[in-house]
C-alpha cells in the first residue's frame, strides 16, 4: 500500500458526462501528479499541483481539469466524455516538486465511457 | 527531446534464470531514471531509481538495475526470476522540474 487513495475505483458513464475524480496523498506530501493510461497512448501526464498551485501541464484536454485543496487532496474533473476518454487514470504523491522525488501512486480509478 | 524506449513489448523467462528487462533513454543533461511494476488491477508500484553515483542501483524485491551513460541504458535485471514477478513494467525517465516520462512498457511472463 503506498498510502495514496483514490476514489472511486470504478466509474461507468455515458457520452457527454461529466464525472469528478478523488485522490488524497500520502501524508505530508505536497505534490500530487495526475496520469492517464490507456492501450493506445500508454502512461501519460496529465497535471501536476503543488501546494494547492498548479505546476506543470502535460497532455491535458481542455474537457478536463483539476484542483488541489488546502487539505492537499485533489479533484480531476472530466467533462463532456468521449468514448475515447475509457483509461485508467492514476495519481500520485510526493514531497517535492523536484523530478528526484520518488512518486508513489495510488491504485486508480477505471473510468468506463458507453 | 525526452525519451523512453523500452524495446520488447514482453519477455520470458524459466523460473529461476536471470531476467533482464531492456529500457534505453534520450535526454540533454542528467536523466533521472525510475523503474515500477503493475500488478494487474494494481496501481504502480516504485522499485528503484537511478539519481546519481554507484551505476549499480538495488532495489525492492531482489531487482537491481543498471545505468550505462555511453549506452545510454537502464536494464532492470534480477538473478533468480519468480513466477510471482510476472507483471508489467515500465521505465521512466525524470528531469528537474519536468514529471515522469514512462515507456511503454514490458510485460514479463515468468514460466513454472
Known amino acids: 500500500d503506498s498510502g495514496v487513495t483514490q476514489t472511486p475505483k470504478h466509474l461507468i458513464t455515458a457520452t457527454g458526462q461529466r464525472v469528478t475524480l478523488r485522490c488524497s496523498p500520502r501524508s505530508g506530501d505536497l505534490s500530487v501528479y495526475w496520469y492517464q493510461q490507456s492501450l493506445d497512448q500508454g502512461l501519460q501526464f496529465l497535471i501536476q499541483y503543488y501546494n494547492g498551485e498548479e505546476r506543470a501541464k502535460g497532455n491535458i484536454l481542455e474537457r478536463f481539469s483539476a484542483q488541489q485543496f488546502p487539505d492537499l487532496h485533489s479533484e480531476l474533473n472530466l467533462s463532456s466524455l468521449e468514448l475515447g476518454d475509457s483509461a485508467l487514470y492514476f495519481c500520485a504523491s510526493n514531497v517535492l516538486a523536484g523530478s528526484t522525488d520518488t512518486q508513489y501512486f495510488g491504485p486508480g480509478t477505471r473510468l468506463t465511457v458507453l | 527531446a525526452q525519451s523512453v524506449a523500452q524495446p520488447e513489448d514482453q519477455v520470458n523467462v524459466a523460473e529461476g534464470n536471470p531476467l533482464t528487462v531492456k529500457c534505453t533513454y534520450s535526454v540533454s543533461g542528467n536523466p533521472y531514471l525510475f523503474w515500477y511494476v503493475q500488478y494487474p488491477n494494481r496501481g504502480l508500484q516504485f522499485l528503484l531509481k537511478?539519481?546519481?553515483?554507484?551505476?549499480l542501483v538495488k532495489g525492492s524485491y531482489g531487482f537491481e538495475a543498471e545505468f550505462n551513460k555511453s549506452q545510454t541504458s537502464f536494464h532492470l535485471k534480477k538473478p533468480s526470476a519468480l513466477v510471482s514477478d510476472s507483471a508489467l513494467y515500465f521505465c521512466?525517465?525524470?528531469?528537474?522540474?519536468?514529471?515522469?516520462?514512462f515507456g511503454k512498457g514490458t510485460t514479463l511472463s515468468v514460466s513454472s
Open positions: 521512466a525517465l525524470g528531469q528537474a522540474g519536468t514529471a515522469l516520462i
Open positions: 537511478y539519481i546519481t553515483g554507484d551505476n
